[in-house]
């Protein structure tokens, strides 16, 4: 399932021309000008707006699941230098899928 903020996003119609997911750095597909909820909190309040919707290629494949919990470790770690190691791993993994044949 996409994450808001990292593979999902949901901006106000036309503000953005494309996006890039911030796990794997894939261009995001685009969905214009969508009614509906456009995060969890309007989507329970049943709250409806305008929005596109960018979602990564990959958002629900095994791997880019793996490469999105990384991702979050490395925003939450506080050491540099292992989140430095956390940010080689992410890119290894993310390379061992987009660039192979």
Same mark, same amino acid.
């Given at each position: 399932?996409?994450?808001?903020?990292?593979?999902?996003?949901?901006?106000?119609?036309?503000?953005?021309?494309?996006?890039?997911?911030?796990?794997c750095?894939?261009?995001?597909? $685009?969905?214009?000008?969508?009614?509906? =909820?456009?995060?969890?909190?309007?989507?329970? &309040?049943?709250? +409806?707006?305008? %929005?596109d919707?960018? $979602?990564?290629?990959?958002?629900?494949? =095994?791997?880019?699941?793996?490469?999105?919990? &990384?991702?979050? +470790?490395?925003? %939450?770690?506080?050491?540099?230098?292992?989140?430095?190691?956390?940010?080689?791993?992410?890119?290894?993994?993310?390379?061992?899928?987009?660039?192979?044949?």
């Amino acid at each position: 399932m996409p994450t808001l903020g990292y593979d999902a996003f949901f901006p106000d119609p036309g503000k953005y021309e494309s996006m890039t997911c911030r796990v794997c750095g894939a261009c995001c597909t $685009v969905t214009r000008a969508r009614i509906g =909820p456009g995060s969890f909190a309007e989507a329970v &309040l049943h709250t +409806e707006r305008p %929005h596109d919707r960018f $979602v990564c290629p990959h958002a629900d494949l =095994p791997w880019h699941n793996d490469a999105l919990r &990384l991702r979050r +470790e490395i925003n %939450h770690e506080v050491d540099p230098l292992l989140a430095r190691a956390l940010e080689v791993r992410l890119m290894w993994l993310v390379r061992g899928y987009l660039d192979a044949p």
